[in-house]
């Protein structure tokens, strides 16, 4: 199953990103959110070669874990994909430079008949 969330700052930072993948593609296609230097918070397909979507940079950081998410223990992930799972808050801001960002799930929801 594939979720879109909504990643939101105090800020007033927003960006909606996928996370998982679809019944059908999930061996071709599965989405994470990830940190790029360059572009910020990007959708990477971590079932390829891990790079920023945008500008090529190999050198992105996946949410949920250091440097750009805080906390990386919690005891419940609030999203996950396979290996890769996030706490709900904590997270670095691509605008503001705080680990503000938080996951929001309310009515996103996207699921493969």
């Known amino acids: 199953m594939a979720d879109l969330l909504e990643m939101t700052c105090a800020c007033g930072y927003r960006r909606r990103v996928r996370t998982g ?3 059908r593609t999930w061996e071709e296609e599965a989405y994470w959110p990830f940190h790029c230097a360059s572009c910020g918070v990007v959708e990477v ?4 070669p891990l790079a920023c979507p945008d500008c090529g940079a190999t050198a ?5 874990k250091a440097p750009v998410s805080l ?28 680990h503000d960002l ?4 309310d009515r996103y929801s996207i699921r493969a008949d």
């Open 71 to 98: 906390h990386q223990d919690c005891d419940h992930a609030y999203v996950q994909a396979w290996d890769y799972k996030a706490c709900r808050d904590g997270h670095l801001c691509p605008v503001c430079g705080q």
């Open 60 to 64: 992105v950081s996946p949410y949920g």
């Open 45 to 48: 397909n971590i079932q390829a």
């Open 21 to 23: 993948g679809l019944m």
């Open 102 to 105: 938080k996951f929001s799930r």
